[in-house]
Nanobody, 116 residues
Framework: QVQLVESGGGSVQAGGSLRLSCVAS????????MGWYRQAPGKQRELVAL???????SIADSVKGRFTISRDSAKNTVILQMNSLKPEDTAVYYC??????????WGQGTQVIVSS
């Protein structure tokens, strides 16, 4: 089992910045990819950014140039730096971890609210 604990959500005005952190514990050595998804009210959960071990980072077109994802594998941590936030970025953000055996784990979610 892998446990994911997120921190860093909150409320900000448009144009502002937030930084989300996620720390994995448990059987974290099994983790391949880590990243972030988000789900806005009435919408499906969508990929924001993903870093696989030794692979190319994936970032949603809607956040390219504004969001940056980074990962410290030694600390089992993934960071999402969000700049130039827009009201449409308002959502619950979920930390994601996928293992080599294709198991998927989710954090509890952290709310991000961007006001205009």
């Amino acid at each position: 089992q892998v446990q994911l604990v997120e921190s860093g959500g909150g409320s900000v005005q448009a144009g502002g910045s937030l930084r989300l952190s996620c720390v994995a514990s448990g059987r974290s050595l099994l983790i391949n990819a880590m990243g972030w998804y988000r789900q806005a009210p009435g919408k499906q959960r969508e990929l924001v950014a993903l870093i696989p071990s030794g692979g190319d980072t994936s970032i949603a077109d809607s956040v390219k140039g504004r969001f940056t994802i980074s990962r410290d594998s030694a600390k089992n941590t993934v960071i999402l730096q969000m700049n130039s936030l827009k009201p449409e970025d308002t959502a619950v953000y979920y930390c994601y971890a996928g293992t080599w055996s294709r198991n998927v784990y989710w954090g509890q979610g952290t709310q991000v609210i961007v006001s205009s």
